[in-house]
């Protein structure tokens, strides 16, 4: 089955790095997919590819009724389970549909165990600015209250 795309010669690693700087996260390969599968005004190319959308917009309709949003908009969800492979059947061997040549299942799931690693790390960043500032407050405070200078309450 022909699925022509309105991308022209921009690949999806380009589009997918313009959608990241616009708005700041990755989107995942159904996103893109969706978007240069279908003309500006949404209408579809061909009647073949017609009904393929439908049937992916249908699954992440499904998926988002049973509460697995969250798992449909993050940047990298397994590809054995999106719609674009229950739909279009799975990727062949060392290829990935829609993520643009030289992208592997491996270096896929070496992004997300990277994503997944970071998150913590975004988490205790907070926590330590959090704290930092409440320790600068209680500084300030006895600071003031004893007359002592800041190199003292340090200490």
Not at 70 to 84: F, H, M
Not at 90 to 98: E, T
Not at 105 to 125: F, I, V
Request: charge should be positive.
């Amino acid at each position: 089955m022909k699925m022509p795309h309105t991308s022209g010669t921009i690949s999806y690693a380009r589009r997918t790095e313009v959608e990241f700087k616009k708005n700041g996260r990755r989107p995942n390969r159904i996103k893109i997919f969706l978007k240069y599968h279908k003309h500006k005004d949404g209408s579809h190319v061909s009647s073949e590819s017609a009904a393929t959308l439908e049937k992916i917009e249908q699954l992440l309709t499904v998926d988002e009724e049973k509460g697995e949003t969250s798992k449909a908009n993050e940047a990298i969800v397994p590809l054995k389970e999106d719609a674009i492979s229950k739909v279009l059947s799975p990727d062949k061997n060392g290829r990935v549909r829609g993520m643009g040549f030289k992208t592997s299942p491996k270096m896929l799931e070496k992004e997300a165990s990277e994503e997944q690693m970071n998150e913590p790390n975004k988490e205790l960043a907070q926590q330590v600015a959090i704290l930092t500032a409440q320790v600068k407050k209680i500084t300030d405070i006895v600071t003031r209250r004893d007359g002592a200078t800041t190199e003292e309450v340090a200490i």
